[in-house]
Structures are given as C-alpha cells and as structure tokens.
C-alpha cells in the first residue's frame, strides 16, 4: 500500500481487474489517468473509496491525483499480469 497525505491505494493491480483508492475526507474528486482511456474526472462517494477499472494493459501505469488549489497529489499504480 502507498500512500500520499491524501490518497491510499495499491502499488499493483491486476490487469482487467479493479482497485480501490482511498480518499481523505474533504476531497470530491479524482482524476484518473489510465492507459486507453481519457484522462477523466471520478467522483469520491462518501465512503472516500473510489474502485477503478484496470484496463488490459500489463507493464502500464494508472496515475490517480487530487489537486488541492495549487498541489497536486498523484499515485501511480503498476498494471500486472494476473497470475495464471
């Protein structure tokens, strides 16, 4: 698990799955970076878990940031192989 002062989320997840991110309270929004997708805009339920698609896409990288005024906080998640 990684964890910035804003977001908690995996450093790894399976290709095809989902993953789930942990917002800090106070926080609406994330935006979403995924590889095949748009760069898009995903609002935070008030549990503060928002649960990501994970494209088919072994070896890319989802980024996940909140921006908060001027700082930005991103975590980057590794796309793996399901095991077989």
Do not use: F
């Not at 995903?42 to 649960?51: D, E, K, L, M, N």
């Not at 088919?56 to 990288?61: K, L, Q, T, Y």
């Amino acid at each position: 698990m990684q964890s910035g002062q804003v977001l908690k989320a995996p450093s790894t997840a399976p290709a095809g799955g989902a993953v789930q991110v942990t917002v800090q309270a106070g926080v609406h929004e994330v935006w979403v970076d995924a590889p095949g997708a748009p760069y898009r805009k995903q609002r935070v339920p008030r549990s503060g878990r928002v649960t990501i698609a994970v494209p088919n896409a072994p070896g890319e990288v989802i980024a996940v940031s909140v921006v908060r005024g001027a700082v930005v906080q991103t975590v980057l998640i590794s796309i793996v192989a399901p095991a077989p």
